[in-house]
């Protein structure tokens, strides 16, 4: 990491599906849809999707990990014009389980060593 990262984890460039629901504050789901990871991290995930998503939701995404499939929560950072039309979204994984980040590590070192 260069001495103006900030991020406390690095992240791995990877494609993969991920089926994700926007919810409001009362936890009630207003959008979903479907989107692929750009890159992944401990942490978090840049989202690629074809419609623009609101940062005042909270996220949850269902992602494909190889033979593993999780579900962990998020929160927007920021949303962004994409390329070819489509939209980026920074998400920030929160109420993580360590189960789920014992896939992460899984996942981002086997795509580290490629």
Do not use: W
Not at 16 to 37: H, K, P, W
Not at 92 to 98: L, N, P, S, V, W
Request: net charge negative.
């Amino acid at each position: 990491m260069g001495i103006n990262e900030r991020r406390h984890h690095p992240r791995i460039n990877a494609l993969n599906l991920i089926f994700y629901s926007c919810m409001d504050a009362t936890e009630s789901i207003v959008a979903q849809g479907m989107g692929r990871t750009l890159n992944v991290s401990e942490e978090g995930i840049l989202l690629e999707t074809h419609v623009s998503i609101d940062p005042k939701y909270t996220i949850e995404l269902a992602i494909g990990l190889e033979d593993e499939l999780i579900n962990i929560k998020g929160v927007i950072v920021f949303s962004t014009p994409g390329k070819d039309e489509k939209f980026e979204a920074g998400i920030e994984f929160i109420e993580t389980d360590d189960a789920t980040i014992e896939i992460l590590k899984k996942y981002i070192k086997v795509f580290s060593e490629q």
